[in-house]
């Protein structure tokens, strides 16, 4: 099941771990280097003393003009063109059963569209799988896309075009075959009418021109940046055909003619959507594929209750399960099946970034412009005891913006981050210059009086003034702030937050709202405070636009919630977009990050050092587990076997 999640902005209610806040998609996720479903969570976190896993040698990336069955950031493929299949699969996996999981990105409560790749609706899950593209991504590598449609690419010399030859046996669904014209029609489409998100990113594309039915050349502009053909290598294709009499740009319940490996089956809008195998599929032994897509087929259940979702897993309505919430994996398996045998858990580590959680404060309000405002309220956040008393200890506290990579800034700035820092020196703030901020460590208390000293006085600087037990903004009004939410998830660790900021005089109260109006308020910019989760990168590039880019901060519906808009932040990002090699990429990272860090346009939240699984005793998977992801539940499949032996009757 070839995994994407597209540039979307997905709402979803929030709670500890990272699927369960809003969650922002990064450019690996656009590749589809998930290799399928590998991996609920992608970006599970690392242990704090792990280091990355070691890649084997590549061959040296291709100088001048070349053809090839793949792409990456810088050229350089692990496998070559006659790889069998990813090393992470079992290639003789039987196929059969159901897998039935839970919603975790986007919409967690609801759906009432099929199209995810525009703003209007709640997108239904798992709609990816039913739609390929030009390539996809492994799971072993950071950033290399290997042919799917197309069976190999041609690169100019000056890498701004790439021609790709697309293989003659790719169908739609409808058994119409899939040309260059409609992969010309779906970039045109996205870029037009896409999602902001899709405009931004493919901004720097200049046109896409089929040159036969199975040829398609994309026209790149000089100051493209580095990634931007991986981008495109992984956009998913549209029939051209089907959606000449219907209006790319509404919502629908009519599932769009796609080209992957399953299909949409039965639905109920607000319940459950199933997808079918598509057992004739044209890719189903294309070396991508290998040893993937082994599941009948797959449902995703939608539950606004999470204690209603819980009981529905214990139940075995849900047979796969990734746990989010420390409590209930402290306490909360101790069930009938789970004491038999029937249910199990594993922690499985995998070496990939993790997320980028935090509340982001919306810089478009007045009252959220003066930095000190930003740290004063940042101090009210007791991590130390959130994490004792209601995550168990589970957590680690985020404090970069590239977290546990090798682009984390640490330390003082190198030689080579200062040649890109120095220009800036006098618009930054001077911190930039020396050891990146770290937030706080509290007492562990729940009520650190010393952070909160620090905090008045921060606030009291910045003009701010008490009077009884309200803190008044400079023009004399109260000082009032708003959480924004979908779901109360989150309020037992944002409540002491809260408690605390009323201690120095602020006014701090939630509004949850269904998802819908959420998801309206956050592409419309209408919220002080919210919960977002980043997903990150190995190689980060183009993506950060639509994080922290001015543009971005000005564009309703992009994914720059915080409202960030700096000239160096725009210059330093360019500089990681347009890297010539990962160290440059790494250099301008760790710079970027101390920008970011010196402007407190958050307050950072936590990550988990390894990914929980619970499920139904009836799969089994490969030995090996890919580089970058658990591999769950993408490479697994349903074993029959176990599945007799518990008395499995799903």
């Known amino acids: 099941m070839v995994r994407r999640i597209f540039p979307r902005l997905p709402i979803s209610p929030s709670v500890e771990a990272m699927p369960h806040t809003t969650i922002l998609a990064t450019r690996r996720d656009l590749l589809g280097l998930a290799g399928g479903f590998i991996g609920t969570s992608l970006t599970a976190g690392l242990f704090p003393q792990a280091t990355f896993a070691q890649e084997p040698e590549k061959a040296p990336p291709p100088t001048g003009a070349y053809e090839a069955h793949g792409l990456s950031a810088f050229g350089d493929l692990e496998l070559p063109a006659d790889f069998k299949h990813f090393g992470y699969v079992n290639p003789d996996a039987p196929i059969g059963g159901k897998l039935v999981m839970r919603v975790t990105q986007g919409s967690l409560d609801t759906f ?9 609706g709640d997108p239904a899950a798992g709609m990816s799988m039913t739609f390929d593209s030009l390539m996809v991504g492994s799971a ?16 100019s010399e000056d890498r701004r075009l790439y021609r790709f030859k697309m293989r003659p046996e790719a169908r739609f669904h409808d058994g119409t ?13 996205l870029k037009e009418k896409g999602l ?15 040159e036969a039915d199975d040829v398609v050349t994309f026209h790149l502009s ?3 940046g580095r990634d931007l053909h991986l981008i495109i290598a992984a956009l998913p294709i549209f029939s051209k055909a089907y959606w000449s009499t219907r209006d790319f740009t509404a919502s629908t319940l009519e599932a769009p003619l796609g080209s992957g490996a399953y299909r949409v089956g039965r639905f109920e809008v607000g319940r459950f959507i199933e997808f079918d195998r598509v057992d004739d599929y044209w890719a189903r032994d294309i070396n991508v594929n290998v040893g993937q897509n082994r599941f009948q087929h797959v449902r995703y259940e939608y539950f606004r209750d999470e204690q209603v979702m819980f009981e529905a897993f214990k139940s075995g309505i849900i047979n796969f399960h990734e746990e989010y919430t420390a409590s209930i994996w402290a306490n909360g398996y101790n069930f009938p099946a789970f004491r038999s045998g029937q249910v199990v858990r594993e922690k499985i580590d995998i070496s990939a970034p993790p997320s980028v959680q935090g509340w982001y404060f919306n810089l478009r309000r007045e009252k959220f412009a003066d930095p000190r405002i930003r740290e004063a309220i940042g101090l009210a956040f007791d991590f130390e005891w959130t994490n004792a008393k209601i995550m168990y200890d589970s957590y680690k506290r985020t404090t970069s ?4 990579t090798p682009q984390e800034a640490e330390g003082l700035p190198s030689a080579e981050e200062l040649v890109l820092l120095e220009p800036w020196r006098g618009k930054v703030p001077d911190e930039v210059f020396g050891e990146p901020f770290m937030p706080p460590v509290s007492d562990g208390s729940g009520n650190d009086r010393e952070q909160l000293r620090r905090a008045f006085k921060l606030l009291t600087d910045a003009g701010y003034k008490r009077e009884g037990n309200a803190l008044r903004l400079p023009d004399g009004k109260p000082f009032e702030i708003e959480f924004l939410d979908s779901s109360t998830r989150l309020q037992p660790h944002t409540q002491p937050f809260q408690e605390n900021l009323k201690r120095l005089g602020i006014k701090a109260t939630s509004r949850i709202v269904d998802p819908s109006q959420y998801q309206l308020r956050l592409e419309n910019y209408d919220y002080d405070i919210v919960s977002v989760a980043r997903l990150a990168s190995l190689t980060p590039g183009p993506e950060l636009r639509v994080f922290y880019g001015s543009q971005a901060a000005k564009t309703p519906g992009t994914l720059n919630v915080a409202g960030i ?8 990002i360019a500089h990681i977009v347009n890297a010539k090699t990962r160290d440059e990429v790494t250099i301008g990272a760790r710079a970027l990050d101390r920008v970011l860090r010196a402007g407190r346009y958050w307050v950072p939240m936590w990550y988990r050092a390894d990914e929980w699984l619970a499920y139904w005793n009836i799969f089994s998977h490969p030995d090996k587990q890919p580089r970058y992801s658990s591999g769950a539940p993408g490479t697994w499949w349903f074993d029959a076997e176990k599945a007799k032996r518990i008395g499995w009757k799903g």
């Open 112 to 120: 009432n569209t099929l199209n995810t790749f525009v703003l209007q």
């Open 140 to 155: 072993d590598e950071p950033d290399a896309v290997y042919g799917l449609v197309a069976q190999s690419v041609w690169v």
């Open 177 to 189: 075959k899939i040309t260059a014209a409609d992969v010309v029609f779906s970039f045109d489409i």
């Open 196 to 210: 902001p998100a899709y405009r931004s990113l493919l901004a720097e594309a200049e046109k896409a021109v089929a």
């Open 222 to 224: 000089a100051e493209r």
């Open 401 to 404: 913006f590239f977290e546990n």
């Open 565 to 572: 808009s700096d000239p160096a932040i725009d210059a330093l």
